[in-house]
């Protein structure tokens, strides 16, 4: 069982990236999927979530209005489009993937991470 995140890279503030995050051996539609990020020297902060039946879908203050979470299932894929960026956003990105359904509960499956900076 893998979850393998892709996409980030270096950007300029106002830039945009799109993040993916693919899993082997299980479908991602069947369950709550989380991104997380992590700036350099800080703790890991989440960031948005959507339930399996996208009808929920949650995101911290700070990226409200600018990144925007789906899911392609035919792919088996979600995505983290980011826009906007801010040097603020920079950090490690990671994919979890919420065995129980629910959001920020259960148990959970974690990717490596992509980075993502912002920088002039």
């Known amino acids: ?3 393998v995140e892709s996409g980030g890279g ?12 693919a899993a ?23 960031v948005s979530c959507t339930r399996s039946d996208t009808e929920n879908i949650y995101y911290i203050d700070a990226v409200e209005g600018r990144f ?3 899911r392609d299932n035919a792919r088996n894929t979600v995505y983290l489009q980011v826009n906007s960026l801010k040097p603020e956003d920079t950090g490690v990105y990671y994919c979890v993937v919420f065995l129980g359904g ?13 980075l993502v900076t912002v920088s002039s």
Do not use: H, M, N
């Open 24 to 46: 082997s051996e299980f479908t991602l539609d069947e369950y709550a999927i989380g991104w997380f990020r992590q700036a350099p020297g800080k703790g890991r902060e989440e």
């Open 68 to 70: 925007t979470i789906s």
């Open 102 to 114: 629910t959001c920020f509960r259960g148990l959970e499956i974690w990717g490596q991470g992509t």
């Open 10 to 21: 270096l950007v300029q503030p106002g830039g945009s990236l799109r993040l993916s995050c």
């Open 1 to 3: 069982v893998q979850v």
